[in-house]
């Protein structure tokens, strides 16, 4: 026999996708405008977003929630962009790194404002810090994992400390993309995604083929 309670619960997670996203939209448009994340109050938002404060008490507990609402859903998204990443190997040209991460940044930079806020909202709200947390520590897994396995197979520089190269390398990608990606025209998005190949490219895999 069905679930007698199935088809309420997906009502009420759809109808909570809708005022996620008008409520995001919101928030976006009060972060393009220079205001912060910390500063836009539930009452802003639900103001601007045409909607009572009871509706947004009756789907989110407060504004970190509303952040926890989408956060794991762009991350699912950044991590299989990533993924293209961990695929370089010793045949790989600087070109594929290139698309590669061409490919992570186009996933991040139409949400760069909103990573950036939850970025923020996490020094002060330990749910949302314990998600940054957690994908900032599997990122920089990946990327050590990367390492160690291209120096083992001899085109990553086995010169370069992994663990530590991995977190310099996250961290520093992580706040560029915060700072450098908003409000970027595709003409410039190129020249930082150039940029952002050079670095990688130079860190871990120039060494071994100029010593080649």
């Known amino acids: 026999m069905p679930s007698a309670t199935r088809r309420p619960q997906s009502r ?17 448009r009060l972060l393009a405008d220079g205001e912060s994340f910390t500063e836009i ?9 045409g909607m009572s404060r009871s509706t947004y008490y009756v789907y989110f507990e407060d504004k970190g929630d509303l952040l926890r609402a989408w956060f794991g859903e762009i991350e699912a998204e950044i991590a299989e962009a990533v993924a293209g990443w961990w695929e370089i190997d010793g045949d790989s040209s600087r070109a594929d790194l290139r698309a590669a991460l061409a490919r992570v940044v186009e996933v991040y930079h139409p949400h760069a404002p909103l990573m950036a806020a939850t970025y923020d909202a996490a020094e002060y709200d330990p749910s949302v810090r314990e998600l940054v947390t957690a994908m900032m520590g599997a990122n920089i897994a990946s990327l050590r994992k990367h390492i ?17 190269t991995a ?14 990606l908003r409000g970027l025209r595709p003409a410039q998005l190129r020249t930082q995604v150039d940029a952002y190949t050079a670095i ?8 071994v083929r100029a010593g080649a």
């Open 12 to 28: 009420r997670a759809a109808r909570r996708e809708v005022i996620r996203d008008r409520l995001l939209d919101v928030v976006q």
């Open 41 to 49: 109050s539930v009452e802003r938002m639900v103001q601007e977003a």
């Open 148 to 164: 160690r396995q291209g120096q083992a197979a001899g085109f990553i520089d086995p010169e370069l400390p992994a663990a530590e």
């Open 167 to 180: 977190q310099w390398l996250t961290w520093m990608a992580e706040r560029a993309f915060h700072v450098f």
């Open 200 to 207: 990688v490219w130079n860190t871990l895999y120039a060494p």
